[in-house]
């Protein structure tokens, strides 16, 4: 980060990560290139458990009316789970600006000029991860990211298993190395949550 954002300040205290700076947008995507400055604070918990990090827009340049900043000035980067597979993977915060925080930025410049998202949208919350499963193991029906969700949650990698993506297939023949990164990044626990609101989602509209 000192060498890539020199602009940004860091300071640790003992339970978080902090910097804090002015990013400069000049990004081209599609021959449509954006410009722009923010002020920005990112927040990285040295305890993953219940969120990784927290990155906020703090000079107000951002609509609080846009769909994906949230009344405290949070941007919403990403699904939590694919968050929490990326930094399980990865430590590098520069890359993490590159990958995740200027296209978030170049997006919002791009929606407010032309009124639309240049990358598509993802939904917020679980419903957001549940987008992202789909995506990451490329499957096109919400039974089969189900299925593969209550495996994670529930089940431990056998190779020699048959895939819950339904494929018919065993896990060494189909989805295995995706399947290991997710299990070996540690989401057991988030997935057992997301089964759980959908179970209580489920319940109210019975109901």
């Known amino acids: 980060m000192k060498e890539k954002y020199p602009a940004f300040i860091f300071f640790e205290h003992e339970k ?3 910097f804090t700076g002015e990013l400069d947008i000049d990004h ?14 990112i927040i990285v918990f040295k305890n ?5 990090l927290v990155v906020k827009e703090i000079s107000n340049r951002i609509d609080i009316k846009y769909p994906h900043r949230y009344s405290d000035g949070q941007l919403c980067l990403a699904s939590d789970l694919e968050l929490k597979m990326y930094f399980s993977q990865n430590t590098d915060m520069s890359s993490f600006v590159d990958m995740y925080i200027i296209p978030y930025l170049y997006t919002y410049l791009y929606y407010e000029e032309y009124g639309i998202y240049p990358f598509g949208e993802r939904s917020h919350g679980i419903m957001g991860d549940l987008e992202y499963i789909k995506e990451l193991f490329i499957v096109s029906e919400w039974k089969q990211v189900f299925d593969i969700v209550y495996f994670i949650a529930y089940s431990s990698y ?6 819950p993506c339904g494929s018919g297939k065993r896990i060494r023949d189909c989805h295995s190395n995706t399947l290991m990164k997710v299990m ?24």
């Open 158 to 163: 056998r190779g020699h298993l048959l895939c």
């Open 184 to 207: 070996d990044a540690g989401l057991k626990n988030e997935c057992k949550t997301i089964l759980i609101e959908l179970k209580r989602i489920y319940d109210r509209k019975v109901n």
């Open 28 to 41: 081209i995507y599609n021959d449509v290139r954006m410009i722009g400055k923010f002020n920005l604070e």
């Open 16 to 18: 978080e990560y902090i």
């Open 48 to 52: 993953h458990s219940s969120q990784v």
